[in-house]
C-alpha cells in the first residue's frame, strides 16, 4: 500500500476494527450456511485484506484472514500470509524453513499462534515479557543491530518496541538501537520525533534539533522544531550555542548512511552516463537505480550539508523514492 499523505503507515486501529468486524459478520454467514457461500468468503477474504491494511498491529485481523484462507483450503495463500507476517516481526529464518518443511494446511492455526508467542504485534505485550524476563533484552539489543528493517511496517513495530523501553528508563538502549531503525527508514517521522523528545530531555539540543529537522521532511507540520527553537531563544543570550553546526550535521548523516549501507544490495551503475556526472553523482545516481533510496537518502543529505547544492536534486528523489516504496 503506498501512501503519499505522510501518514507512514500508520496503524488505524478504528478502520483495521470496522474492516475486521465486517469479515467477520461474511464469515459466519458462512459458517452458518457452506452452500454456496463463495460470494460471501470473497467478500469476507477481501474486507480482512483491508484489516490488516489499516491496521497490522492487531492479531486479530490477521487471525480473521488466516481462517478464511483456511476455509478456502487456500494453501499458497497461507503461506504467503504467514510469510508476510514473520516479514512484519523481523523475517525470522527459523520459522521461514519451517514454513517450507510442513503440510501448511492442517498445522497453520497452531503455526500462528507460535508465531505470535515467540513475537507479539502488540508493543505492550511484548514488554510484559521482557519485564518477566520470558524474552531476553540482550537477544533483542543484538538482533536489532543486524536486522533489516526496510519494511515499514517492522520499522513501526520494533520501534513502539523502543519507545517502550525509553518509558521505561532504559535510555542508553533506545538511543543506541533508534538509529539502526532511521537508517533504513529515514521517513519513519514518528521515530524521527521520539528520538528528538529524548535528547530534548538530556538537553541535548542540537541532536534534538536535527532530529526534528529529519521529521519535518515528511511531516512537514510538525511543531516540534519550532517548539525547541522557541525554548532556546527564551533561554540562552546566543541563540546560535545551541544550533547545530553543518560538521555536527554532517557527521549525524555520515553516520546513519554508514548503517544504511550494511543492508545495500550491489550497486549496478549506467555507464553510458559516466561522461555527463562526476563520481559522486554516480554513485547516487547508482543508489537510486537500484532503490537504495535509504543511502542515497543520507549521502545527499550530507553532500548539502558539505554545500553542494547539486545534491539537492538526488536528495528530493530519494524521499519520493522512500515515500513511493
Partial sequence: MQRRDGN????????GDRHRSQAQKFYKL???????????LNWAEQSARQAILYDYTNFQNWEVLLQIKLELEDESGIYTLLEDLLSVLGKDIDFMMQLKEINILPSCMDLFYSILKREPLNADKWWERIQSEEYNLEEFIGRCKTM?????RSNIIFGRRLERLRKHGFNDVFSSLVPYLLAHRPDNFELWIELGKHHESLEDYKKALMCFDQALEF??????????SAIINKKFKSEHVQHPTNDEILSFQNRLKKLASSHKTEVVIDTVKSDEFNELELKLEGLIQNNNFQEGFFMARSLMAEGEE???VYFERCKEGLIDD
Fill in 148 to 152: 533489516d528493517f526496510r519494511d515499514r
Fill in 8 to 15: 507512514f503507515l500508520m496503524p488505524k486501529k478504528s478502520l
Fill in 310 to 312: 547539486w545534491a539537492k
Fill in 30 to 40: 458462512v459458517q452458518k450456511n457452506k452452500e454456496n457461500n463463495f460470494e460471501n
Fill in 219 to 228: 511531516k512537514p507540520l510538525d511543531k516540534n522544531k519550532s517548539r525547541l
